[in-house]
């Protein structure tokens, strides 16, 4: 049961981070997007959206993008923490998978 409980905190711990990183994110691109002649950010939730969008990798062509260069870096770095966390959930699957299988031949 221990065991259970550490994976259950340690999910419970990388999503409140996830949740801090959009939030922060989504402050920071509407903070640099909040003079621009485009308003495509009007509020903190429509750049959240564009944020949590584009951390996932989604990305969709709404006409919605940032026209500062602080809001082009805001997306430039949530791109790249979006692709760094995509790769390091398929680095855990893989050696989750692989400590399975050395599991399973023990047995």
Same mark, same amino acid.
């Given at each position: 049961?221990?065991?259970? *409980? #550490?994976?259950? %905190?340690?999910?419970?711990?990388? /999503?409140?981070?996830?949740?801090? @990183?959009?939030?922060? /994110? ?23 959206? $564009?944020? $949590?969008? *584009?951390?996932? *990798?989604?990305? =969709?062509?709404? #006409?919605? =993008?940032?026209?500062? $260069?602080?809001?082009?870096? $805001? ?6 923490? #979006? ?6 959930? @398929?680095?855990?699957?893989? @050696?989750?998978?692989? %400590? /399975?299988?050395? =599991?399973? %031949?023990?047995?």
């Amino acid at each position: 049961m221990k065991n259970k *409980t #550490g994976i259950i %905190r340690k999910c419970f711990a990388v /999503l409140v981070l996830l949740l801090v @990183l959009v939030f922060f /994110l989504s402050v920071g691109l509407y903070i640099s997007e909040i003079n621009s002649e485009h308003e495509s950010f009007s509020s903190i939730w429509d750049a959240m959206q $564009f944020v $949590f969008i *584009t951390l996932t *990798t989604v990305g =969709y062509e709404d #006409g919605v =993008y940032p026209m500062t $260069f602080g809001g082009k870096l $805001f997306t430039m770095l949530t791109a790249a923490i #979006g692709s760094i966390i995509g790769v390091a959930c @398929l680095i855990w699957i893989v @050696l989750g998978i692989i %400590r /399975l299988g050395s =599991y399973l %031949r023990k047995i």
